[in-house]
């Protein structure tokens, strides 16, 4: 930090710096933060039988105390992204326990036959693709003779119109 800059900034600085720390202490291991959060719960709980609030019902306040005692276990049913909650073990450690749902194959042989049903589902979407890409293009052209046929209906009526006063002509 530069001897110029203002108390103020250097307070928004070590702030930003502890805020950052601490979110990454949190990731880490959040038992203190729920040692916290238990603390601050028992001393909400005192406090609430303390202080009277002017305007408050008894039902209101058994709520209030309802609410108070139920925030740990809210805090804790919040998902942090592991599976079965907390893991005492570190995250770096190996797993112990055995998954059953990992299967490897066990003859190891990995020639053209292996790989034959890949290969021919994958020419079977080229195929399809193929096919797809031919409709496409027979669609696009039915529609551009279709614009053109109704670009002709009015060419047509001019013509019968013409075709009908001739023939006229020619009868009288």
């Known amino acids: 930090m530069s001897a110029l800059a203002s108390p103020s900034e250097t307070i928004d600085d070590f702030v930003g710096h502890h805020g950052v720390s601490s979110v990454f202490s949190v990731r880490r291991n959040p038992k203190p933060i729920m040692e916290a959060e238990r603390d601050s719960v028992g001393k909400s709980r005192r406090l609430l039988h303390l202080l009277s609030v002017k305007g408050l019902t008894t039902e209101e306040l ?83 003779m279709n614009e053109e046929l109704d670009r002709q209906v009015s060419l047509m009526d001019e013509i019968d119109s013409k075709v009908v006063n001739m023939a006229s002509q020619f009868r009288a």
């Open 62 to 144: 058994a709520a209030r105390n309802d609410l108070v005692l139920a925030l740990p276990a809210r805090i804790e049913a919040i998902p942090d992204g592991t599976a079965g909650g907390p893991k005492s073990t570190s995250a770096w450690a190996p797993s112990t326990t055995s998954r059953p749902d990992i299967k490897f194959d066990s003859d190891g042989r990995f020639d053209d036959d292996y790989f034959q049903e890949s290969h021919e589902s994958r020419q079977e979407f080229e195929m399809r693709k193929i096919k797809q890409a031919g409709l496409d293009a027979l669609k696009n052209m039915a529609s551009d």
